[in-house]
């Protein structure tokens, strides 16, 4: 089934010590997103990818860094992570074409952070 | 900027039973998309249903239908014959003409009683 996949699915870093999130892809989508949702709150978008085009958000931290070698990954980089930043990060995909607007975006099963 | 409002932090229905979920948005836009979500505990989110604001006809999947009010601009979700397998946590989400920003609302938690 065509899916998207995070790993893993819960990490545990320490403060300060840069962690990688990851997620791939099998349905072949030219835009990738990253959320961080924090308990019991909506999720925020952290930045995305069209394409090899990368979308900042304008509050989205310094400390925050992406990126996507290849259509399928897409790579999520806390340089320094603080206690604020633990948090469920989701990953999520869709596909956009020219002419064609309102593209659903499907999600992963999100990766768990916890920052010691 | 777009902002979503879901005014109904918890829900509960009885199992069988119907439910409305509540949304409101703001925004300046003629022409977006909305969408509800659903995210089951330590699961991943899900789409539940779309409408496309130029559509005039409300969305309906199986036993999941939208009151779209693009007027007043509210999009309640209603489910009918709730099931155990309902109880989730449900956003509700707004993506701009350009498809480039989907805002979700702070979500409703729903429970279902068998």
């Known amino acids: 089934d065509a899916m998207v996949i995070q790993n893993p699915r819960y990490q545990v870093t320490q403060f300060g010590k840069p962690v990688t999130l990851s997620c791939s892809q099998t349905?072949?989508?030219?835009?990738m997103y990253w959320y961080q949702q924090k308990s019991s709150q909506a999720p925020k978008l952290l930045f995305h990818y069209y394409d090899k085009d990368f979308n900042n958000e304008a509050d989205t931290p310094d400390n925050f860094q992406s990126r996507r070698p290849n259509t399928s990954f897409c790579f999520l980089d806390i340089r320094s992570p603080g206690l604020g930043d633990a948090a469920m990060y989701l990953c999520?995909?869709?596909?956009?074409?020219?002419?064609?607007?309102?593209?659903?975006?499907?999600f992963g099963p999100g990766t768990r952070l916890l920052v010691l | 900027a777009q902002t979503v409002t879901q005014s109904q932090p918890e829900m509960s229905v009885q199992e069988a039973e119907t439910v409305t979920l509540s949304c409101t948005y703001d925004?300046?836009?003629?022409?977006?998309?909305l969408f509800w979500y659903k995210q089951p505990p330590s699961r991943q989110m899900i789409l539940v249903i779309r409408?496309?604001?130029?559509?005039?006809q409300n969305a309906t999947e199986n036993r999941f239908s939208v009151n779209f009010q693009k007027a007043a601009k509210s999009f309640s979700l209603k489910i009918s014959d709730s099931q155990l397998g309902d109880a989730a946590m449900y956003f509700c989400?707004?993506?701009?003409?350009?498809?480039?920003?989907?805002?979700f609302g702070g979500g409703t938690r729903l429970m279902v009683k068998p």
């Open positions: 989400a707004y993506l701009n003409n350009a498809g480039n920003m989907l805002t």
């Open positions: 925004t300046s836009e003629s022409d977006y998309y």
């Open positions: 999520a995909t869709s596909r956009r074409t020219s002419g064609m607007m309102g593209e659903t975006q499907y």
């Open positions: 409408q496309e604001a130029y559509k005039q």
């Open positions: 349905l072949n989508h030219n835009v």
